[in-house]
């Protein structure tokens, strides 16, 4: 129920995706072998279960391959909506009476469209409009008659489960916890329920708390103004531009039919991958997944690919939004999807910049030159599926002017494309990483995260460990080109809240 | 017939097959058998206690020490000490490993060491591939034995520090768990007090050295030692590595008094860029040590226990007022915890949150919970206790835990066992005997207009100030002769207005011409300003158009084209304050003022009386000595623009006398020595 916005959990997810030293891969990738099972039931649905006996528990992670960059124009934020409707219940779950609370929540849904359809008409009539909320607001106490709170949540939790969550990105939608190992048929039961029989209970009154995390997340956030801002200037056509959580109109003007619309078109078997890790017997999770996921409907269906393309930026872009914070500022350049040849060699980039006490921007930014609170420069914002941005965050220390950072950003940029770059620091680059692999590995949540979502991006978990032969690649040459190529005016956007009164 | 039959079975079969089974028919097999990692411990003669683990689930291993230190012990009046000392001793490293070499040797391996002194305690720890350890222990001991604290490091993160804190004010949130506890523990208590530009400043290098030097010995350190190795060869490296470190003298962490004496108040901040309201509202809380204390777990976990607690049932689910709600019932080890429930929720429904806040508490006292609610919490509790022993790390981290703060190793056990026997009628006893819903405390952090007046029902609303305070300028504080600058001051307070002149308004007309990026602008301005309530009422007439500015009681607002506007305290304190240093206003509350007199200076040939005068800032006046007027005013004010204080300079000359008020018709202002604007008077009217 969170959304993927921050910089830090960008910046993490970018260290958690990174690389691995070869050597070290290949015997990890041996090992793992061992430990991972993987099928396909005969609708599509893959699974992977990774065993890992230290402690008779497991986590369960679903990962679905839609994100806001596959909503459709008018309905920003649905993804992230019909997340938090996943949490409502099932047919006989949250519910006294299904059969009756359903022909309320479709009357209800009648009635909002109606609503929906006058106020936005060109000449609203007042009367009417206040008939037909009167109307929706009576069906919505009624159908809240039928709801058994948050029941869905509790038998998780009353059953031992933690870490209830799930988040919504650019690029995907997760769900996952953990249980006791033995209750792991609970999970099977519940998470096939709820994806099978989505019921858009409470939908009104959720897009409400949507509203009230996107004031939290964006509108009362400094960082959120900032980046909502960004995005949408940096895009001009695709869908990387809008928030995840949605315009604030466009919830208000997502019905339910919007998200049954939805979920039939992404929700679909071969759009969604599942990772179990933990105290688990493979045979025993493949049965019970024919058991509960072997009539989950789409088989064949595929989800609708995204077919916009960024049109390339005929100039540099440059915004300020006057607040009553201290600056930051945000330049961020077009690059390039995880599945081009320069994704690598763009993510090494910033790691080798801007990572870690020896990196160069660290050096002189933040300590000889005292300009910076922190400087961070990563590739793959606000996703990676689609042609994303290479992104420098710049905190400038107190008294220092944007500007000044700013053009230093640039002196040193510079110097990077003439070749500065040396082996040893691109040697520390993938050392770091692969550590940072191995450090991954050793809780569940971890595992079935990282093999899930590589399964699901690049087609095989191996990846996980493979994509360090993609990184070994890439030449002193490769970063100097790529810096080049890419870090160039033309396709620049820089962004930044500056004091009202400065 | 026939045929009926067998599509009708067939079709059962269908319907049977498609359902799926109810979760609660699920029979879940038995929960594997499960051995808690053991835990070796051992002491050196130098006090050093170490737990060692085995995991050799990775090629990794991780040491880590507790200190027994804290911020607790920073001297007031140099907060930030302990902090600062934590994380230079892995930023500046030691004699053998300085910084940017410990930098390089660690990241070629994919090392990490990090150092740190929180609140109640400190760290040092390192987390490295095994086969590093041999080569990083010795390092590891040299930095936490012998850090070298060079100055240049201490100057980085005093500016890093000083940046930080121009920060705090930025994220609402922040700011409401900052004040709310200033509210519970009181503003100065070495639980809350903050660190400050001056109490940086205050920092030496002598000091953090001292306070290493102290904290860092054997009888205050608690190791944790966990990865893949073989324990007994470990025991010996650590023994060779770590013996000889000074065993030095336990460190007593005194914990403040907390006296709490249960006020119901009404507090708000002011943040105009938000549209949510941040709300805390609650009191004092308990300790770990409570025998009520299972039972109060309980209560909490039934008020707001996760997407299960009744506060995210009523405040989230049912009324859609918030995404975030929670809160209960702390209690702490050392010192009292804080009870305390928070929302945030649009400005709109500010007052009605609240409500709902304080309606479940109430709620709590009057009605029994249900018995499944009960029985729900305890076996969220009890269902999930296999996490708490899920990894080999977190049952290290809970032994040191329990070691460092006094409680027995059982404390755990006996704490469920208590919990298991709590009953319904405990809960609403522990809810009516701890917590008083009618003298709560309640902070929001909002949007001043569109909160409106909300909170007036909870009470008279006191409006904290969280302006952040400036550091003392570098310049050494000039002092001279009191007597004589009384003196100097009477003359000055003569000459600007005549004795037995009644003074109340001042309105002028004047002509502004201000420095812009764009070339000089003029601006017609005729104001108003009150030398008794310090209200300023001013219609400019800029280029873009007519704009009246008003300030009255400290609120500030702005009109321009039948647009209003507020203005925010950041900018109307300092057309207040200079209101409130300006010679009329000194001239006219001379008798309370103290003033110094600094000996003559000369001003661009000129030699003239200098005298610092303490009005709301000091303001220094060079008064001509013949006619005791001023020609030059200088105050100096911190920008926070620039991170630092600036002196700005105003000129006075074409003197006149209005029905006994002299007023200088012709002033100029300097900002570092550039003019940012200049004013011509045409009329003075007094009264």
Do not use: C
């Amino acid at each position: 129920m969170r959304l993927y916005k921050s910089i830090r959990v960008l910046l993490s997810t970018v260290l958690l995706s990174g690389m691995i030293g070869y050597q070290a891969s290949a015997q990890n990738l041996a090992e793992f072998e061992k430990k991972v099972t993987e099928f396909t039931l005969d609708n599509g649905l893959h699974f992977i279960i990774i065993e890992r006996h230290e402690a008779p528990v497991a986590s369960f992670y679903t990962h679905v391959n839609v994100g806001g960059a596959d909503e459709p124009v008018g309905n920003t934020g649905i993804a992230h909506i019909f997340e938090h409707m996943a949490f409502k219940g099932t047919k006989y779950i949250g519910t006294t009476n299904w059969d009756e609370e359903k022909k309320v929540i479709a009357e209800m849904d009648e009635t909002y469209k109606a609503w929906l359809q006058e106020k936005f008409s060109s000449n609203p009539d007042e009367n009417i409009l206040s008939e037909k909320w009167a109307k929706f607001e009576e069906l919505q106490e009624k159908a809240k008659t039928f709801v058994v709170n948050n029941e869905f949540s509790e038998i998780i939790q009353n059953n031992g489960g933690t870490g209830l969550n799930a988040s919504t990105g650019s690029d995907l939608t997760n769900y996952y916890y953990s249980l006791p190992s033995n209750k792991a048929e609970l999970w099977f039961n519940l998470e096939a329920d709820r994806f099978k029989n989505p019921t858009y209970r409470e939908f009104y009154v959720e897009k409400e708390v949507v509203r009230e995390e996107r004031r939290m997340r964006t509108e009362s956030n400094p960082i959120g103004r900032l980046i909502e801002e960004f995005v949408a200037v940096a895009y001009t056509a695709h869908p990387y531009g809008r928030p995840v959580v949605g315009w604030n109109s466009d919830i208000t003007a997502t019905t339910i039919e919007d998200a049954r619309d939805f979920y039939d078109k992404y929700y679909v078997p071969s759009n969604i991958t599942i990772a179990i890790a933990g105290d688990v017997d493979p045979k025993r999770m493949k049965k019970l997944a024919e058991e509960y996921f072997g009539d989950f409907r789409g088989k064949g269906k595929v989800a609708p690919p995204v077919t916009t393309v960024e049109p390339t930026q005929r100039g540099e872009r440059r915004f300020t939004i006057e607040g009553n914070s201290q600056p930051i500022m945000l330049i961020g350049y077009h690059g390039v999807s995880d599945s081009h040849e320069d994704f690598e060699a763009l993510s090494l980039l910033g790691n080798i910049i801007s990572s870690g006490r020896t990196s160069v921007l660290y050096q002189k930014l933040v300590e000889q030159e005292k300009l910076a609170l922190q400087v961070a420069a990563f590739n793959g914002f606000p996703g990676t599926r689609f042609g994303s941005l290479f992104l420098t965050l710049a905190v400038p220390n107190q008294g220092v002017e944007l500007d000044t950072l700013e053009q230093r950003i640039y002196d040193e940029i510079e110097i990077v494309k003439n070749g500065s770059i040396t082996q040893e620091e691109l040697d520390r680059a993938r050392t770091n990483i692969r550590a940072g692999i191995i450090r991954g590995l050793a809780n569940n949540t971890g595992l079935a995260l990282n093999f899930a979502s590589t399964y699901m991006t690049k087609g095989d978990w191996r990846d996980v460990f493979l994509q360090l032969e993609r990184y070994n690649d890439v030449t002193l040459d490769d970063l100097q080109r790529v810096a080049n190529k890419y870090l160039i005016k033309q396709t620049r956007t820089v962004g930044a809240t500056v004091k009202a009164d400065s | 017939m026939k045929r009926t039959l067998l599509f009708t079975l067939l079709m059962m079969f269908a319907v049977t097959a498609a359902a799926q089974k109810r979760y609660d028919e699920i029979k879940y097999p038995k929960l594997n058998e499960f051995k808690k990692a053991d835990v070796e411990e051992f002491q050196l003669d130098n006090g050093i206690k170490f737990y060692l683990v085995e995991d050799k689930e990775l090629p990794l291993i991780r040491v880590s020490a507790t200190i027994r230190t804290g911020s607790l012990q920073d001297p007031a009046g140099k907060e930030g000490l302990a902090s600062m000392t934590g994380a230079l001793i892995r930023e500046g490293g030691s004699e053998n490993y300085p910084a940017d070499k410990l930098n390089v040797l660690l990241e070629d391996k994919a090392a990490f060491m990090s150092t740190f002194i929180g609140q109640g305690s400190g760290s040092a720890s390192m987390n490295i591939l095994k086969e590093d350890f041999d080569e990083l222990l010795p390092v590891f001991v040299d930095l936490v034995s012998n850090p070298l604290f060079p100055e240049d490091k201490i100057e980085l993160s005093k500016t890093q520090r000083k940046s930080g804190i121009s920060r705090r004010n930025d994220d609402q949130g922040s700011i409401a768990n900052r004040e709310f506890s200033k509210l519970i523990y009181g503003e100065n208590s070495p639980l809350t007090r903050q660190i400050e530009y001056a109490t940086l400043d205050a920092i030496s290098r002598e000091d953090i050295v001292a306070f290493h030097k102290e904290a860092f010995v054997g009888n205050n350190m608690t190791f944790g030692v966990i990865g893949d190795f073989d324990t007994k060869e470990m025991k010996r490296k650590l023994e060779k590595a770590f013996g000889s470190l000074p065993a030095g003298t336990e460190n007593n962490l005194i914990y403040p008094e907390v006296n709490y004496s249960y006020p119901s108040t009404v507090n708000f901040i002011n943040k105009s860029d938000v549209n949510q309201s941040y709300v805390l509202v609650g009191h004092i809380g308990g300790l770990r040590e409570n025998p009520d204390y299972a039972k109060l777990q309980m209560m909490n976990q039934i008020l707001g226990g996760g997407f299960a607690g009744r506060l995210f049932q009523t405040v989230r689910t049912d009324l859609g007022l918030a995404y975030a709600v929670g809160g209960g019932y702390g209690s702490n080890i050392n010192y009292p915890g804080t009870f305390s429930l928070f929302v945030m929720t649009k400005s709109s429904t500010t007052a009605q949150a609240i409500d709902a806040l304080i309606a479940e508490v109430e709620k709590m006292q009057t009605n029994p919970v249900t018995k499944k609610e009960l029985d729900d919490a305890r076996d969220r509790f009890l269902n999930s206790l296999v996490f708490r022993y899920d990894s080999k790390q977190k049952i290290l981290n809970e032994r040191i835990s329990n070691e460092y703060n006094g409680l027995s190793k059982d404390a755990f056990d006996k704490y469920v066992e208590d919990l298991k026997k709590v009953t319904v009628s405990d809960i609403q006893d522990v809810a009516k005997d701890y917590l008083n819903p009618d003298k709560v405390q309640i902070l929001v952090v909002g949007n001043a207009e569109e909160v409106g007046d909300q909170l007036q029902k909870y009470g008279n609303v006191n409006e904290i100030d969280i302006t952040i305070p400036t550091p003392k300028s570098d310049k050494a504080e000039a002092s001279g002769d009191a007597a004589k600058g009384k003196e100097w001051l009477g003359k000055m307070a003569d000459a600007v207005i005549a004795p037995g002149t009644d003074l109340e308004t001042i309105t002028t007309v004047s002509t502004i011409n201000q420095a812009t990026p764009g070339g000089t602008m003029s601006i017609k301005n005729t104001a108003t300003i009150s030398y008794s309530d310090y209200s300023i009422d001013a219609t400019l007439e800029t280029p873009q158009g007519t704009m009246q500015m008003v300030v009255e009681n400290g609120a500030g607002k702005m009109v321009m084209m039948g647009q209003e506007q507020a203005l925010p305290s950041a900018m109307t304190k300092p057309m207040v304050d200079e209101v409130k240093n300006s010679y009329i206003n000194v001239a006219l509350k001379a008798d309370n003022l103290s003033a110094e007199y600094l000996g003559m200076e000369e001003m661009n040939g000129k030699k003239y009386v200098s005298l610092k005068v303490e009005s709301t800032s000091s303001v220094t006046f060079l008064l001509d000595p013949a006619t005791a007027l001023p020609a030059y005013s200088k105050v100096t004010v911190f920008d926070p623009q620039v991170g630092q204080e600036v002196e700005t300079v105003s000129s006075y000359s074409d003197w006149k006398v209005t029905n006994g008020v002299a007023y200088s018709f012709a002033q100029e202002f300097m900002s570092n020595g550039q003019v940012t604007s200049s004013s011509k008077v045409e009329s003075v009217e007094i009264n």
